[in-house]
């Protein structure tokens, strides 16, 4: 390891102060941006939507009909040229807008120019297939440029798109098709993931047969997979692409109309289709990639390192970057295979200046061995980026240290799906950095920790998170049902306080400090799994009567799955059980929700009320003693308990 001297951090408060280089060449570097935004926040914000191309200005900034907000009221505008046109009418069609890196080390470079003509392809072509202004097309790709020509496609037609992660099993793409009640699927023979190939088709066919609204299916060809084509209803993506013209007129989009969807985790079993608006969302993630990422596209190579199926890579893998013309890298695959440097050897390759990841692959890097960036030119870097969970602070100065030479700023950005975009992250060349803290609200966003009864907490406290006013990107509601919407986010501390779900401690300086979730969500490397589908997928199987799942902190994902699980007369607690059982859960939701451990129990602890004691199984999955369990309906059951989960995890 390249032993950098901590000599930065300052030892007192553990703060570390912007590099003096980092804030010479800074382009926002004036502290007085957040008085400036807070003496007129709507205001602010209507300045950052002025770096959009509007087709019809807004005739109203922000209208506000708690828990419904709607800004930049009247105005106009297509996602794609203000991500696209524009860019090459003002001569740039010739930048890189994406260095694409495959798995098996192909690799293609994208023009701006030449991605607008593939957009416009793909635009028509989805016209042709009946697609029109509203209508929803879902994407289950993997990390190829056609993922991101499939989404701004949809963008130009004013179609909402849907991207399901590819790693997804048939179920949970299944539960998203028919939500959605998708027109169209755009999807790959096969992708490519740790030297396997996954069978994306086959997994989509099995999904296509339960939702009946599919008519059309794209098949992008990448691994030469053997798949399928049912006559009528799909076709090889190239070749319907390759018919169509690369001029496509844009859709006149209202600032208020749903640029996409994206399905996220709850506390129930459905997962709920979060919907962005054009003019909002795309302002947000616009302005804070340009800051937050002190960005500049004449000189900047930026790398948002994680799958774009999440929330992530659609705000900072696609539309901020392409909106500030950015030059971006693509990578397909997991970042440490073939080889555990590939993630070096690219950032070496490319000259990546900006690496915006998640904690889960940072701290994967670190265990892959602390010295290995030592061993590439990382001289490129200027800026290292958090996001998805909360970030230890021994893994934040591995970062800062190992890879980033102690001379990067750290950007720990805290936001969720619902968001759209980042709402607290410290600003590179102005904040003094805490390792393990996102600080403050970036400029023109609120925030506020509160006690139970909605009163902001006293510094040094604890609390809930909540945002009291609107922001830009705020979802606009849960697709097709907005009393759940309000009642997820709007009414624990009132309909004008959206209540983010999170807990989180302030400081004596009044820094936030993320504490995890308040509900029943689970983060598995930086996903988002909600128990209640998870046990769905468990209970789905026919030797199954009964589950819950509690998360055991790990080291490197965040959690890992406990499932406690109660079989149907009849089935045997076998070892070829348990690992079937974990098989299944695999298949139908995805590897990313694969159980670590499955405990067999003769019952589940319920209290007398009849509702699981989560307490209690989260105690058993963490291996520590149980707290109270004087409410348990049956206190015999602990004992037992202790011990299948003792003999499950071999914890003796
Ligand atoms: C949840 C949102 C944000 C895009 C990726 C995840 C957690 C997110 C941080 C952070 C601590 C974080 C929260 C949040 N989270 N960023 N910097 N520090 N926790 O989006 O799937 O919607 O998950 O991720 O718990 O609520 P998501």
New binding site residues.
């Given amino acids: 390891m390249s032993h950098a001297p901590l000599g930065s951090v300052d030892g007192a408060r553990g703060a570390v102060p912007p590099p003096q280089e980092f804030v010479a060449r800074s382009r926002y570097a004036d502290p007085g941006v957040y008085d400036e935004a807070e003496a007129d926040w709507v205001g602010w914000w209507e300045h950052q939507a002025h770096a959009l191309a509007w087709t019809r200005p807004w005739d109203e900034p922000l209208a506000w009909d708690p828990p419904f907000a709607r800004w930049f009221v009247g105005g106009r505008l297509n996602a794609s040229v203000s991500c696209l046109d524009r860019h090459v009418e003002a001569g740039h069609g010739g930048q890189v807008a994406y260095h694409w890196v495959g798995e098996p080390g192909d690799r293609r470079d994208l023009t701006y120019a030449e991605l607008a003509k593939q957009v416009g392809r793909l635009a028509n072509a989805l016209r042709g297939l009946g697609v029109a202004r509203g209508d929803r097309v879902a994407i289950y790709l993997p990390m190829v440029p056609e993922l991101v020509v499939a989404m701004l496609a949809c963008a130009r037609i004013g179609a909402p798109h849907s991207v399901v992660y590819a790693g997804f099993g048939a179920q949970a793409l299944a539960d998203r098709l028919v939500d959605a009640e998708a027109k169209v699927l755009i999807t790959a023979d096969g992708a490519h993931r740790r030297g396997e190939v996954l069978p994306l088709k086959r997994v989509a066919d099995v999904a296509m047969g339960a939702a009946e609204s599919v008519r059309a299916c794209l098949v992008v060809r990448r691994t030469n997979s053997d798949v399928r084509l049912m006559p009528g209803r799909d076709a090889w993506y190239d070749e319907v692409v390759g018919q169509a013209s690369p001029t496509c007129e844009p859709e006149a989009m209202d600032a208020e109309d749903p640029l996409f969807l994206l399905y996220?985790s709850g506390t129930t079993g459905t997962p709920k289709g979060i919907v962005h608006r054009t003019g909002g969302y795309l302002t947000h993630v616009a302005a804070t990639h340009r800051m937050v990422f002190d960005h500049d596209p004449d000189r900047d190579v930026f790398w948002c390192a994680v799958n774009f199926g999440?929330?992530?890579g659609h705000s900072y893998g696609v539309y901020g970057p392409l909106a500030n013309r950015a030059t971006s890298v693509l990578a397909e695959g997991a970042l440490d295979h073939p080889s555990p440097d590939r993630a070096w050897r690219i950032a070496e390759l490319d000259g990546v200046t900006t690496l915006y990841t998640t904690p889960a692959i940072i701290r994967a890097f670190r265990a892959a061995g602390e010295d290995r960036p030592a061993a590439h030119d990382l001289s490129s870097l200027r800026l290292l980026g958090?996001?998805?969970?909360?970030?230890e602070p021994e893994v934040w100065r591995w970062y800062h240290e190992a890879v980033g030479g102690g001379r990067c700023p750290i950007v720990?950005?805290?936001?969720?799906?619902?968001t759209g975009g980042m709402m607290l992250s410290p600003l590179p060349a102005i904040t003094e950095a805490k390792p393990g803290s996102?600080m403050r609200p970036l400029p023109g966003i609120e925030a506020s920790v509160v006690d139970d009864e909605g009163a902001a907490v006293e510094r040094g406290q604890a609390g809930h998170l909540t945002v009291p006013r609107p922001w830009p990107g705020m979802l606009q509601t849960i697709w097709g049902d907005d009393e759940r919407y309000r009642r997820t986010y709007w009414s624990r501390f009132g309909d004008e306080v959206y209540a983010?779900?999170?807990r989180a401690r302030v400081d004596d300086d009044g820094d936030l400090w993320?504490l995890?979730?308040d509900d029943e969500v689970l983060?598995v490397a930086?996903?988002?799994l909600s128990s209640a589908e998870l046990e769905a997928a468990i209970v789905d199987h026919r030797a199954v009567a009964e589950a819950a799942v509690a998360g055991r902190a790990d080291p490197l994902v965040g959690h890992a799955i406990v499932a406690f699980v109660r079989l149907r007369p009849g089935y045997d607690a076998d070892p070829a059980r348990v690992a079937q059982l974990r098989e299944h859960v695999a298949a139908r939701f995805g590897a990313i929700a694969r159980p670590e451990t499955i405990v067999v129990v003769d019952d589940l602890p319920k209290t007398r009320a009849g509702t699981i004691m989560r307490r209690l199984l989260e105690d058993l999955a963490e291996g520590r003693a149980p707290g109270d369990t004087s409410a348990l309906d049956d206190p015999d059951l602990v004992a037992h308990l202790v011990e299948a989960t003792a003999e499950a995890t071999g914890r003796r």
């Avoid at 958090?386 to 970030?391: L, N, Q």
């Fill in positions: 996220t999440w929330i992530t958090s996001v998805g969970e909360p970030i720990d950005t805290w936001w969720q799906a619902e996102a983010t779900g999170d993320l995890g979730r983060k930086g996903h988002r």
